[in-house]
């Protein structure tokens, strides 16, 4: 196969159903993905949801965390009724824009950058003082978005509508291409994925980890990376294709 990726092999790190995109865009630039899920998502049981769903419901704001959160968040919404007809909705970033806007959700808004500080920045957030929040996310998470808004004036309330989980998975397949010299970058979209990965490779695969380039879309796990003792650390722009163009450009200068 021809293109800029050809000859490569990219480990693919993403939740099996959110893989194929990234995995398709890979073959689309001629290189091999090779699929290995170091993250389980799985939602949140309707019965823990009726607090937040009744606070939703009387949200001046919903912020969607991450496409999960558009998937899971959405779908326990739907089960009880809808988003309020006069909400405003945010998204961090174009990935969990496109997940809303995929499902019918209109008039997203969302910041340049794709964190919480890039949320935070943008206008429509700078007055808040009396409105009602809802985060929609994951269980856990960063606390840096619900303190600033509070310090603005705001009443937040938490959506956590899925979990985040270390797989159970055979990684001796993995193990025994990567000896071989079958695996050429790695990529993972979040440092908990990456702490997976690296329990999940254990001893054995400690050394391949740390001696193959890893794309990643932001700084922060980047950092992550870094302190996991991983040499080569390539932080990209957001997305698919910023992963791709990030690999495309590595590749392209490390022959």
Known sequence: MSGPLAGRTVLVTRPARQAAALAQAIRGAGGTPFEFPALV????PSDELSVPLA???EADIAIFISPNAAQFGMAAIRAGSALPG???VFAV?????RALQAQGVGGVIMPDGQDSEALLALPQLQEVAGKRVTIVRGVGGRALLAETLRQRGARVDFMECYRRLRPQADVAPLLVRWQAGGIDAVTVASAETLHNLAALLGEAGRPLLAGTPLFVPHEKIAGAARRLGIA???ATPGGDDGLVDGLVNWFRNHP
């Open 232 to 234: 080569q650390v390539i």
């Open 41 to 44: 998502v799985e939602a949140v």
């Open 93 to 97: 970033g174009p990935g969990t824009a």
């Open 86 to 88: 006069a909400i405003v």
């Open 55 to 57: 606070r939703l419901a």
